[in-house]
């Protein structure tokens, strides 16, 4: 089976065809044997393998090239097969095709359909497909239709195409064997109002159930609802696999299903990571080492957040904590008010790391403050006012940015003794005390007397300093 996957195994068998009569009659009888196509094979021992593979499965790979290429074929880059050449000679033959790699789909199609598409023909003898587009995806280019279905698929890739969103929904519904699925910037073709549709197609009115229990690897990234929406809706996350996801939230169009989708994803792990930018917001397990999924939310902070807050995280179930990571490079210079606010407000906060001169002094501050925070409630009169993330309990910080004095004064706001005038209820609110202080590195060397008094106030297995890797 090794020798199928290199690029030379169809030349090795035409000499072998040659050395006898017994052996040539034993290779052409056999049309499995000639069912390889691969774009590094001169043109003709390609056409040759199409032709001698007679309706027998097709593995069809397609290797570095120019664009256009030539039809010469050979070892080198420059005599490789181009990619849209490569195509017009297996695209005749995708009723065929069982594992198929096509990394530079250009815009090739059947000149004859009026309606500007190629069309892949599936069957059960697909295993693996990948198809990339060439290019950024548009409306312009060719439609890339998918008929029939693949229950023997086990690993879907699709980026950059032009597809009909009801083609995807029906290829994963058939495709429980499914261990891979990578979507990437596929644009929906709008299904007419009065198109009817076929016998294997989901009705509009119906919610067909995509299970994927093979599933280990889960890749969704700037699809438009009509993919999005029914791949999200039911799929249920688990430990099991590695989870990607990359959506615009700015655009206006997020289906509830991805908000619920993201909200499930967040459940399967106790921790979970917030990383604001200034053009988007990320989220992550807590140790890159063991990254379990990463999220992209695309979009300012300002819109992210509060859809982040509001509309996926109340949908978790069970516990879960949270890390923010806030950094002035990343968050910007000046970020608005609302992504203050919504920073402030943001529930279950156990961990935040401070990098930057403005974000440092600015939450240092906030820290210190006992009514820095005011209860969102509809009725003005039940208002109260909190400290700023009374679960934190552990704060990380640039010894650089953020001075003992400064750090000294924030932790005798927040956990020094409690004024004997406090109320019994005031004291109960008091902010959970500091597990872990981090300080990372510092040019600055600071005074032994401040910390001792900050290795008093926190305890002494509490204050740590961290080196940074190089």
């Not at 495709?175 to 016998?199: T, Y």
Request: with cysteine; glycine share 6%.
């Amino acid at each position: 089976m090794a020798d199928i996957e290199c690029h030379n195994y169809q030349q090795r068998l035409i000499q072998l065809s040659t050395v006898s009569s017994w052996w040539r009659k034993v290779t052409l009888s056999t049309p499995s044997l000639w069912g390889v196509a691969h774009s590094k094979d001169p043109d003709w021992i390609v056409s040759l393998a199409l032709d001698r593979s007679k309706d027998s499965p097709l593995t069809v790979l397609w290797e570095v090239a120019s664009k256009t290429g030539n039809l010469k074929g050979g070892e080198s880059h420059r005599d490789s097969i181009g990619a849209e050449d490569f195509f017009k000679m297996v695209y005749p033959h995708t009723s065929r095709w069982r594992d198929t790699t096509l990394p530079r789909l250009g815009r090739t199609y059947d000149s004859s359909d009026p309606q500007n598409q190629r069309n892949i023909q599936l069957s059960r003898h697909f295993r693996w497909l990948s198809l990339y587009g060439d290019g950024s995806p548009s409306t312009e280019n060719p439609i890339t239709g998918f008929s029939g279905l693949a229950e023997h698929l086990m690993e879907l890739r699709l980026h950059n195409l032009h597809v009909r969103p009801q083609d995807i929904t029906r290829i994963l519904t058939s495709s429980s064997r499914l261990v891979v699925l990578d979507l990437e910037s596929l644009v929906a073709l709008d299904k007419p109002a009065d198109e009817v549709p076929s016998d294997n197609e989901p009705n509009d009115t119906s919610h067909p159930t995509i299970d994927l229990p093979c599933l280990t690897s889960l890749s969704l990234k700037w699809l438009s609802p009509s993919i999005l929406d029914p791949i999200v809706r039911s799929l249920n996350p688990s430990d099991k696999f590695k989870v990607s996801l990359g959506h615009d939230v700015s655009q206006g169009t997020t289906p509830e299903s991805f908000a619920s989708f993201v909200a499930r994803l967040v459940a399967t792990q106790q921790w979970v990571t917030v990383h604001p930018w200034s053009t988007k917001v990320t989220l992550g397990t807590r140790s890159s080492a063991t990254k379990h999924y990463g999220v992209e939310l695309r979009g300012p902070p300002s819109v992210v957040l509060p859809w982040l807050r509001l509309r996926s995280l109340p949908n978790v179930s069970g516990e879960y904590l949270v890390r923010l990571d806030i950094r002035s490079d990343d968050l910007g210079g000046n970020p608005e008010q609302v992504v203050i606010e919504n920073l402030m407000h943001f529930p279950r906060v156990t961990k935040v790391m401070l990098c930057g001169s403005r974000e440092s002094w600015r939450w240092a501050w906030l820290l210190s403050l006992p009514g820095a925070v005011q209860t969102e409630s509809a009725d003005p009169e039940r208002r109260e006012r909190s400290w700023l993330w009374p679960d934190l309990n552990t704060l990380s910080v640039n010894g650089d940015l953020v001075s003992e004095f400064t750090l000294l004064s924030v932790l005798l706001a927040r956990y020094g003794p409690r004024s004997t005038r406090e109320s019994k209820a005031q004291k109960n609110k008091a902010p959970r005390p500091l597990e872990g202080l981090y300080v990372r590195p510092r040019s600055k060397v600071w005074r032994a007397e401040v910390l001792d008094r900050i290795r008093e106030l926190v305890g002494p297995n509490c204050f740590k300093w961290v080196d940074v890797p190089k």
